[in-house]
Nanobody, 124 residues
Framework: QVQLVESGGGSVQAGGSLRLSCVDS????????MGWFRQAPGKEREFVAA????????YYADSAKGRFTISRDNAKNTVYLQMNSLKFEDTAVYYC?????????????????WGQGSQVTVSS
C-alpha cells in the first residue's frame, strides 16, 4: 500500500528556495513513477515535474524548467522537488503522486496515489 506524505512547504520570499520531500511509508516507491503537481486557489491542478522509476529520466512543465529539480532516492523511499528562484505565481498546494508504471507520467489521471499536499507560499 502506497502512503505518500509531503513535507518541506512553507513561506518564502520571491527569489528564495524550498525543497519538498515526499516519503512513502509503505516502502514501495522504487516500483512507481513519481510526479509533482500543484493547485493554486481557484485554478485546476497542474503538472509540475515527473521522474521515472530509476530517476534516470525527468520531465518538467515549462513553468518549472530551469528552476525546479525533481529527484528520488529509492533506498529512502523519498522523492524530492528542489525549487529555486521562486516566484509569486508558484504559490500553491503541492502534491506528490505515484503512478503504477515505470516510465514518465505527466497527466493527473495516470497517477494512482496522491499525498495530502503541502502549502508553498511565495511573497513578492
Amino acid at each position: 500500500q502506497v502512503q505518500l506524505v509531503e513535507s518541506g512547504g512553507g513561506s518564502v520570499q520571491a527569489g528564495g528556495s524550498l525543497r519538498l520531500s515526499c516519503v512513502d511509508s509503505g516502502r514501495t516507491l522504487s516500483s512507481y513513477a513519481m510526479g509533482w503537481f500543484r493547485q493554486a486557489p481557484g485554478k485546476e491542478r497542474e503538472f509540475v515535474a515527473a521522474i521515472n522509476w530509476s530517476g534516470g529520466i525527468t520531465y518538467y512543465a515549462d513553468s518549472a524548467k530551469g528552476r525546479f529539480t525533481i529527484s528520488r532516492d529509492n533506498a529512502k523511499n523519498t522523492v524530492y522537488l528542489q525549487m529555486n528562484s521562486l516566484k509569486f505565481e508558484d504559490t500553491a498546494v503541492y502534491y506528490c503522486a505515484a503512478a503504477r508504471r515505470l516510465g514518465i507520467a505527466t497527466l493527473a489521471h495516470e497517477y494512482n496515489y496522491w499525498g495530502q499536499g503541502s502549502q508553498v507560499t511565495v511573497s513578492s
